[in-house]
């Protein structure tokens, strides 16, 4: 049970004063969590619109890990949860519009940042970016990019992002990325943890089935060896 939640000095998870890693599923619903945790994932991040935070807890409790759901309507209910490690902003707020503008400012991230806080000081506050904040992968220019992100990194506690080279655009060659964006997501964060989402299978919307490489073990192997190594300190697979 979490009596505790603090940050290390490199930037790890302290559950009740012990270094713990976060092994994350994104937006999984309750009754797959036995089978997750059974895949030794010990974090399930995310929860939808029909379920409430304590749920998302109970959930977490029952199966064997711990919660990390979104603060919503009804997060006062799950404050001081025994399984509750952190609550998440709404998912990719970074995400550029036809209009190149980004889905959610950044004064409303703070806003609701500030809101979490308010009412739960005792818990760190996640957000996931998607790939604008690098030098790879990036919609915005240089100058955008670092006025929006220190800006939106002010309405947090722990940043990450979600890059899949495979999944998302069919590159091998774009392996390195998940562990590029963690080097240059650090240098944004600071102290603050860092965690990178990683693909585990083909399934993108961007291209035909037919024509996506398969998403092997030794591609997902290394994007989390290459986040680890650049120092993420959570991990989370794209379970999709």
């Known amino acids: 049970p979490i ?25 999984q619903g309750a ?43 009804d997060g006062q209910g799950a404050i001081g949860h025994a399984a509750l490690l952190g609550w998440i902003h709404g998912d990719e ?69 979600d890059i899949y080279p495979i999944y998302g655009s069919g590159h091998a060659s774009h392996l390195n990325w998940p562990a590029y964006g ?3 997501l650090k240098q944004i964060a600071g102290k603050r943890p860092v965690y990178a989402w990683i693909e585990t299978s083909k399934g993108s919307r961007w291209m035909t089935y037919e024509k996506q490489p398969d998403v092997l073990p030794k591609h997902t192997r290394f994007e989390v060896w290459g986040a680890l190594i650049n120092g993420a300190t959570a991990i989370g697979y794209f379970t999709h």
């Not at 000095?9 to 994350?24: A, Q, R, S, T, Y």
């Not at 969590?33 to 029909?50: H, K, Q, Y």
């Not at 996640?126 to 220190?150: C, H, I, P, Q, W």
């Open 93 to 161: 707020p970074d995400m550029p519009s036809k209009d190149a503008k980004p889905r959610t400012a950044v004064d409303d991230v703070i806003a609701h940042y500030k809101k979490i806080k308010e009412a739960d000081k005792t818990r760190p506050v996640f957000v996931t970016f998607t790939g604008n904040f690098t030098s790879m992968d990036s919609k915005y220019d240089e100058a955008t990019r670092k006025k929006l992100y220190s800006g939106y990194i002010s309405g947090c506690d722990v940043a990450g992002f």
């Open 3 to 27: 009596k505790s939640v603090t940050v290390g000095d490199n930037g790890e998870f302290l559950v009740n004063g012990k270094p713990f890693l976060p092994i994350m599923s994104w937006l």
């Open 31 to 73: 009754k797959s969590f036995p089978m997750l945790r059974g895949l030794a994932i010990n974090t399930f991040c995310g929860s939808s619109s029909r379920t409430t935070a304590k749920d998302h807890c109970d959930a977490a409790a029952a199966a064997g890990g711990y919660s990390i759901p979104s603060f919503g309507q």
């Open 182 to 184: 963690v080097a240059q």
